[in-house]
Every structure is written in C-alpha cells, then in structure tokens.
C-alpha cells in the first residue's frame, strides 16, 4: 500500500510538471523552451499564474499519497526509507563478502567460476555462485559420506562402476531456468578434505571435465558440514536462518525443559524462511519417550530465534549431574556387579547386555544382524519396547540412531573395556 501511494504521488506531481510545460508553449514559444529550466518554470508561474494554476494545483495534489506513502513506509521499515531517500538504490547492488575462504582457477561451461557459498551435506558436495534461487553457476557431486579422517578421492576418465555423479548448472542473463548438465564417468576428479572444527572440511580440489563441456576447476576449497553458523566465540550463531539453526534452538529447549540431556527430534517440517515468527508441530524422544509437541518460534533482534515461553535454567554440566547423582544414592550393600572384572569384553553377550543395560551404557560396540548389515557406535540403552539403541558420530554430520531388535541380532561385540 506505501509503495503504491508514493508512486501515484509521483505520477501527479510529474504529470502536473507535463501540463505546466504545455501551458508554457501555448503562452509563447520561448516560454516553453524556458519552461524546462527550473528557475525560468518558477518565472512563469508567476508571471501567468491565472493560466498555470490548474497545472501547479496538480503536482501539489500528488505530494499528499507521497507524504502518506513515505509515512507509513517509516513506520514498518525505517532502512528501506533511509535507502531510497539516499538513492543508494542507484548504486550498483554489491556482493556480500564470502563466508568462505574458496581459491579455485579455472572455467565452468568455458565462464570463470567464483562460487562463494560451498558446502559438503548428506553426500552432496556443493559450489555455487551467486546470491539469488538460481545460481549464477553450479557445481554438484555425489560423494560417499565423509569419515572422520574428511574425505580422499581420486577418479579418473577410463575408471568404471559405480562412480560419483557430476552435474553442471549455469543460468544465462536471457534465460529465465539455469542449464545443467549430468555425467557419470568420463572426468577426472582429486579430492583431499580434512576436517576442522566446528563444523568445515578443507582441502584440494580438482576437477577436469571432457572437452565438451568447458570446465576445468583447480585449487583449495573450504565447505561447510552442515547449515548452522557459529560466532567467534564458538557458540552457535541463533541469527543464521536455516532448518539445522531451528533444530539447534528446539533441542536445547527440550532438554532444559525436562532436565534431561536424552533429546532426539525425530520429525520436524521444513519451514519457510526467512521469517519473523514460525509455528511447528514437532516429534521428539525425550529419554526415548516419544512426545508429539507444537511450539512458536520467534526471531528477536541479536538474540535470533528462541522457542517463545522460554524460562527453563540451562542445565548444570554432565560432571555435576554425575556427582550430584552419586552424592543422593543411598548406600547399598556389596552386590556380585562389585567382584566383576573391569574388563567388560570379558563374557559379554547380548544376554548380559539385555540383563543390565547401564553397566554398558556409552560404551563402543559392532553389531551384526541377521543378513549381515553391520552397525557400530555407542550403546544408549533399551527403549520402551526393549530394542538396542546405538548412536554413531557422523564426524561433523550430526549422529545417526540405529534401533536394533534382540531377535534380529546375530553377533554383538564390545570394542572397549
């Protein structure tokens, strides 16, 4: 409504200017081409202004929708007033500065290639320039998932099976959908990325595509490992708008809220960003309890989004939760659990691990089922319908929680006393 009030201003004023101009060439000829001087026009408008005010009555006529337009524009969004009343909008628009340090040579599609945004997220590794929907240029590949030590990968043009996918993708000024391009060998790919902290991997990258199709990228990269952003004191940035940053900000209000650290989302809907405020029905296992929970998110200022409603304490560190526990246990006479070796891999079995699941809780275990899938990780507990839980580290790509049933497990092992 604001926009469309300022423009309408603006066309009356302008129209108002149109007429003065005509009126001026009817007076006289050296009055019009006087008119479109601004000194001269306010001579006229003096000089006849029995003729030239129905022409001035107009343009002042539009600097009421104006007035009211720049009011209410004001009111709900102060920066975007003080951009067009500096005409910064004249200016040309200038990249934000990149978060990344990405130093490639080279050409995609026979254009240089600049990306600024990289990342390295459920198997995809991504390049991509420009700020906009569609990227400017693209560059995407299929990898295996990262392990703790990064990723190392060399491919070569008469290599076969079962190899990364590469897929090209530009968007050219007349073009209102980018172009891509897919192939699945045929290239030459050298990857060398090693993790660093929190939540980056770095490294070489090369990349040499048949002459076809113009691309051939060389130098270091630097992707992210997930979408969440972290400040310089190493906290999480809760500004940052993106799905993983909301995931962040529910989990650590779930465990304040119950007091418990076991807090798993097992669902939570894509929202729509950026955004104010967001409404979300959210699934979570609170010590492996599943609770079905609808919650308001709003975004305030530096403080970025919080669950509103929010009072819980945060909770005290693990080291004085465990004290504390041992300090209020009753003391209890000498059981058979006290004469046990401290070896635990000694005699272990699922039998055991079925009969005292804390004895081996957090411990690194690999188990095997019944058609051979291995999994290994931590061992969590029992869940309500006494299936073995296991958490694994994705290094960087969050944790992945496998639920196995007794019946289904075919050999069990602890990998650690």
Request: charge should be neutral; avoid cysteine; glycine fraction near 8%.
């Amino acid at each position: 409504m604001d926009a469309l009030l300022i423009l309408g201003g603006l066309l009356l004023m302008l129209a108002g200017l149109v007429w003065l101009v005509m009126l001026a060439f009817g007076t006289g000829l050296l009055w019009g081409f006087g008119s479109l001087l601004p000194p001269i026009t306010l001579i006229y408008v003096l000089r006849h202004w029995r003729t030239a005010r129905k022409a001035v009555l107009l343009a002042a006529l539009g600097v009421i929708p104006l007035v009211v337009g720049m009011t209410l524009l004001a009111n709900h969004d102060a920066a975007r007033l003080e951009a067009i009343v500096a005409m910064r909008w004249l200016q040309p628009q200038q990249e934000a500065p990149a978060e990344l340090a990405i130093r490639l040579h080279g050409e995609l599609n026979g254009e240089p290639f600049a990306p600024q945004r990289g990342e390295l997220i459920d198997g995809i590794l991504s390049l991509r320039e420009g700020q906009d929907f569609f990227a400017r240029r693209e560059l995407s590949i299929r990898l295996p998932r990262a392990t703790e030590d990064g990723v190392r990968l060399d491919v070569l043009p008469q290599d076969a099976g079962k190899l990364p996918e590469v897929e090209v993708s530009w968007l050219l000024p007349e073009q209102e959908l980018p172009e891509a391009r897919r192939l699945s060998r045929g290239y030459t790919l050298h990857l060398d990325l090693k993790p660093e902290a929190p939540n980056r991997l770095v490294g070489d990258f090369h990349l040499v595509l048949p002459p076809q199709y113009q691309t051939t990228l060389s130098g270091t990269v630097e992707l992210f490992t997930d979408r969440l952003r972290y400040r310089d004191d190493g906290k999480v940035d809760t500004t940052y708008d993106s799905r993983d940053t909301l995931a962040y900000v529910i989990e650590d209000y779930l465990q304040r809220r119950f007091a418990t650290r076991a807090v798993e989302l097992t669902a939570l809907p894509t929202p729509t960003l950026p955004a104010k405020s967001l409404e979300l029905e959210v699934d979570a296992r609170i010590d492996y309890r599943s609770e079905h929970l609808p919650l308001r998110l709003s975004k305030a200022g530096s403080r970025g989004w919080m669950v509103e409603g929010d009072r819980f304490p945060p909770l005290p560190p693990p080291q004085a939760t465990t004290a504390s526990a041992e300090q209020n246990r009753p003391a209890q006479a000498p059981t058979a659990d006290a004469a046990r070796p401290a070896d635990r891999r000694q005699r272990f079995s699922l039998e055991r691990l079925l009969s005292n699941p804390n004895h081996y809780r957090n411990l690194a275990m690999r188990l095997v089922n019944e058609r051979g899938g291995t999994v290994q990780g931590r061992f969590v507990g029992l869940d309500n319908e006494g299936h073995v839980l296991i958490r694994r580290n994705m290094n960087g790509a969050g944790e992945a929680n496998f639920s196995l049933r007794p019946d289904d497990i075919a050999r069990i092992e602890l990998l650690e006393p």
